[in-house]
Structures are given as C-alpha cells and as structure tokens.
C-alpha cells in the first residue's frame, strides 16, 4: 500500500508532559497527560499547533501491515490452528482502516454542468463503528490474560458463527451440502465446549445460551467492551451515533444535507480520532499476542511508536476526563454477589476488571 506522500508529511508531536484535547463534533472531549520525553530528532510541537488524526492513522496503518505481514510464512504448531483466526479478524479491521484513509481523502462527482467535491463523512462514520465492533470482538475473544480462556470464547464465537451460517436460507445443492457439513461441525464445537473448564463455571442460563450461539450470552455490544477496557462514558452516545449512520437515521441524512466540504472533514475528525484509538489498541494486542509482530513494533521509528503510545487510550485515561467508572465498580459488585441479578450474566467467571495491556 501506499500510504505516505509529500502531500502527508509526518507531524512533528509530543511534547514533554503536555496535555492534548481531541474535540469530536457534539461530543465530549478526549484529554490525556502525556509524560513522555522527546526522543531521536523529533521536535516538540508547537505551541497551539491543531494536531491531525488523520496523519497519525496514516503512520500507524503501515506498521499494522508490517505487524500482520511478519506472521506470512510461519508453521503453525499442531493443535494452535486455531489462532490463525486471530489472522482473519486482524485482516479485516486492516481492510476497514486502508478504506477509511482512501475515504477521507475526498472524492469528486463530475457531470454536465461542472463538478462536487465532498468527503464522505458518512462512511467514515460507518466504518468507524466496524473498526470499534472489529476490536472489542477481537479483544474479547483472543485478547484474554488466560490463553484457555481465549480459547473458549474462540470456540463460542465459532459455534455462532456457523450457527447462523445454517439456519440461513439456501437454494443451491452445494450450499446444502455445506451446511449439512456444518451443522455436523456445530455438533462437535458443543461437545468440545460443554467439556471446557470455563463452560463449567458458568450458570446454567449462560451455558444454554452460548450453546444456542449466542456468544455475548444477552450481553450489548456496550456492555462487552466495557469488560475489555473502555469506559462506560466513552461509549455513551457515541457508538449510537455513529450506528445512526449505519441505519440511515434523520439526524445522519440531516448533517450530510446541510454540511459542506470543510463541514465534512470536521465532521469526520471525530471518527477518524476513534479510529486512531482502535489501531493503536489493536497494535498494542496483536503486539502482545505474536511475538514476531512484536518485533515489527520494536522496530518502528522512534516517532511512529510514539504515535500508537498517544493513541492507546485506556480506561484509566479517560477517567481523567469523565471520573470513574461506574459500571465497572457496578460490574465488579455484581461478580461479587451472583445471586443479585438474574440475568445471563450470573453466576459466570469473575471478568478481570484491569485488563491485559501491557503498559
């Protein structure tokens, strides 16, 4: 891919115990101390300078490519197949991403009486949700501080898959036969599961539901990615937001109405910033989960990696911004008192509240 021109130059950033606000449009602002000193020839930003995301997408995205390139070629142990998946969710949050920066580029319409140059906020927005749903599910299913526990939410995340692969309607005889084949495979994921350890731990209203496929056991996508580290507050009003996009609500049809070129670009600083935060988290996991992609990391420029370090925002930074957490103390409470709630929830493995990331 080509990512960088002379159109795009690096930005110079990261001054010394600094603090940097990202404003989203109608959104609540994203602050965070930064105590990082400057290293290499990098020069510290000046003062007031109106820092791009969009630039630092475009310094993080080759490193992701030189990250998931790095396991191209390698053996994969016998019975650790399954880990190649993480390859494919990877590959598809690295697809989303190439097609945001193309995206915010800005296109052109042509026609008789002369042209329309616009950036399709729309999309971005659209896509920016799927890089958030592309995260949180890769976290949560490959991303858990206990390898066997990864691979259980690997296996209930399988079983859903192809649970909903065959119940949808078919006419073709070789689209049959794949799901005869199929369903077969779903029969042997639930013997395998009901005999996992962590199956056992759950209450019985969770095991029917994860055996049915339904691997958030009632749970919103919200409420997922509050287990795997973003705050409550964080996700308040955004991810509706940018789902109002994806459903083609009012409110979207309204701003794209009324908004012009420059409108548009601001308008799609705030998902672009959302996007910065998803790569550098996923940078930071895949990092942590292959170690050759953890060199790639290592190797990077000294300003690339301090790109990602200023995009890995974690629950703990935006409690500087918002306060704590409630629903995580609330959530951590519930776990320690089953038996007050009778949702799907209860009764299940006690979640780690701080997460794996290394720091």
Sequence with gaps: FSIRSS???????????????????????????????NQGSAKPAVEGTKFDPLSHLQIMLPILIGMLEAQSGKPIPEGQGWKNDRQFLAKKFLYHLR?????????????SEGEHSFVDHATINIIARALLENFIVFEWVFGAEEESLSYFRYLTWVLAGLRERTDTSTLTEASKKKQLAERARCEKLCEDIKANKHFLELS??????????????????????????????????????????????????????QADEPMERELSRMSIGVSCNMTARMIKTYARLFPDAQQVFESSTAEDKRAV???????EDFEMSYGPDIAKVRRAWKDGHPDSTNDSLAGQAKPAVRQSFPQ
């Design 204 to 257: 019985k209203g969770a095991q029917k539901a994860l055996l049915l496929g339904k691997w958030r056991m009632g749970r919103s996508v919200e409420e997922i990615a509050q287990q795997v580290g973003f705050h409550s507050r964080q996700l308040d009003g955004l991810y509706s937001y940018l789902c109002s996009y994806s459903h083609s609500s009012y409110i979207s049809a309204l701003q794209i109405g």
């Design 99 to 111: 097609t945001l920066l193309r995206t915010a580029e800005g296109e052109k319409i042509t026609y």
């Design 7 to 37: 159109q795009s130059p690096k930005t110079d950033f990261y001054p010394s115990a600094k603090e940097y606000v990202f404003r989203g449009q109608g959104h609540a602002s994203y602050t965070r101390k930064l105590s990082m000193s």
């Design 309 to 315: 370090e200023r995009w890995n925002f974690l629950r």
